[in-house]
């Protein structure tokens, strides 16, 4: 149902900063889970972060104090903003949209951590 759009991947060096944005196609403000996720090459898709309609937000351990999820319902964008990068952080990162039913996803973007 719901189309998401994501931007902000690049290149960057280790220590560096990325924001990260997906652009949803309706409101935000009623979804029971939005997040985002990463895969490295290789590996599973893995949680990244996610808030749930209520405001809770959950972090992986790998990225608490690091990066920060932010929902802005004015304009239906999910960010993800990455300090502190370290190359394990690598990978193609997808935004989502989640009800009890199913989720939607993004096409993804890659996001490069550089020695």
């Known amino acids: 149902q719901v189309q998401l759009v994501e931007s902000g991947g690049g290149l960057v060096q280790p220590g560096g900063s990325l924001r990260l944005s997906c652009v949803a196609s309706k409101s935000i403000y009623n979804v029971r889970v939005m997040s985002w996720h990463r895969q490295a090459p290789g590996n599973e898709r893995e949680l990244v972060a996610k808030?749930?309609?209520?405001?809770?937000?959950t972090y992986a351990d790998s990225v608490k104090g690091r990066f920060t999820i932010i929902k802005d319902i004015y304009e239906n964008t999910l960010y993800l903003q990455m300090n502190s990068l370290k190359p394990e952080d690598t990978g193609v990162y997808y935004c989502?949209?989640?009800?009890?039913?199913?989720?939607?996803w993004g096409q993804g973007t890659q996001v490069t951590v550089s020695d």
């Open positions: 989502g949209s989640s009800s009890l039913s199913t989720r939607f």
């Open positions: 808030i749930t309609r209520g405001g809770s937000i």
